[in-house]
């Protein structure tokens, strides 16, 4: 009997060259491995048409994202009325197989009751209310601080009003599934890690000769962490520091460009960021937020040698055992110093390599999925 799924996507995933959409790209690929007949919906809102996804789903239907902020008046939150299209309910009533929504963003039908009697699971990408929250107290930005903290009381009222409508809510960490059970009182919360590009880990053994920072610099939160990264920690530290990743501002090159020992790798390749984490002897995680996951965690433990994170970074995510976890600029370069010098052994590959496979097994993890949502189709 075949099995068919309709999945709806806040972003158009593909390429996965954003830590947003690794979890939906990829999650296409192993559940149609496992032959689950894929229907799907995504907005598109400037990564346009992707006729890649066609390898992996029978159907492919593209929505319109709105720029206007009207549905704020009815205490909506921005990420979702703006994905408030209505084609997507006209092609969704064509039948009555599973729905798979990606993240609040997607939630509009739901918070509608526009599904009723069908099997709806909730894929939780952060707990988003405290995400918003966690962007507005780090960005320097008074417009940007204004909309996330506002955004934040809406999602966490919207949130909290939608939580018992799905049938299943499926969140990216324990952590976030424990959140969404004790804030909001949801019962049937279950965990399932995110869909990545890795199966086996391929860090080297041995030494790379500097320390690694990548990230969309673009960010706000990621841009002030390499700039604490600088200031607080390699301008007393003479060891070589490159901080890599999307579009840095010139605010951030003026300050690499103060010190001798540091670098930007200005917008590289994909080969050539997996080449900068591979040959980097530790790869530096602090973060500021700490909903959901966040992939560079895993792109570093699957393919680099030492990581060095802070709590905010690993919790949650079953990792904190495969970093050396450090909070404070002391115990960041105190950290460094030690590991800098260290060699990453053979044991330490097969160790990390049992500690992700439990965890981050995309095959098993697929067949735990699809039995998720048919029970749930066939309860």
């Keep these: 009997m075949e099995s068919h799924l309709h999945i709806v996507c806040l972003d158009v995933p593909y390429p996965p060259d954003y830590g947003g959409v690794f979890d939906l790209y990829y999650k296409l690929k192993y559940l149609h491995e496992k032959n689950i007949i894929i229907h799907l919906h995504c907005y598109e809102y400037g990564r346009g048409r992707q006729d890649t996804l066609l390898l992996y789903c029978e159907t492919v239907q ?7 902020w009207v549905q704020l008046a009815a205490g909506i939150p921005y990420i979702v009325g703006s994905r408030a299209d209505p084609e997507l309910l006209k092609n969704l009533s064509k039948d009555n197989y599973p729905v798979l929504l990606e993240g609040i963003h997607s939630t509009y039908l739901l918070h509608k009751n526009k599904l009723p009697g069908r099997k709806v699971v909730l894929r939780l990408h952060n707990i988003e209310f405290e995400y918003y929250c966690q962007l507005s107290r780090n960005t320097a ?29 499926i969140a990216v960490t324990e952590k976030d599934a424990v959140t969404y059970a004790s804030v909001f009182g949801v019962t049937n919360t279950r965990h399932l890690p995110v869909f990545t590009p890795w199966n086996t880990v391929t860090s080297k053994e041995g030494k790379g000769v500097y320390c690694l920072y990548q990230a969309n610099l673009s960010v706000s939160e990621n841009e002030q962490a390499a700039i604490w990264l600088i200031k607080k920690i390699f301008s007393g530290l003479h060891i ?13 090159k003026k300050e690499v460009q103060l010190h001798a020992h540091i670098r930007i790798a200005e917008n590289p390749s994909e080969a050539g960021m997996q080449e900068l984490i591979e040959n980097a002897q530790i790869n530096l995680l602090p973060s500021f937020t700490t ?10 433990l699957f393919c680099g ?75």
């Design 62 to 68: 593209y929505y319109r994202r709105s720029m206007n």
């Design 141 to 169: 930005s008074l417009f940007h601080k204004i909309y996330y903290t506002v955004e934040s009381i809406l999602l966490r009222r919207y949130e909290k009003k939608i939580a018992s409508k799905a049938s299943l809510t």
């Design 240 to 252: 070589p520091f490159i901080i890599a990743g999307k579009n840095p501002s010139r605010t951030l």
């Design 291 to 300: 909903s959901g996951i966040k992939l560079k965690l895993l792109h570093a």
């Design 305 to 379: 040698r030492h990581c060095i994170a802070n709590a905010a970074m690993a919790a949650g995510t079953g990792m904190e055992n495969a970093c050396t976890i450090a909070e404070n600029e002391p115990d960041f370069r105190a950290a460094i110093q030690i590991l800098y010098s260290q060699p990453f052994t053979k044991q330490a590959v097969e160790d990390r390599q049992a500690l992700l496979e439990k965890h981050f097994n995309n095959r098993r993890n697929a067949e735990r999925l699809i039995e998720w949502i048919w029970e749930e189709a066939n309860g």
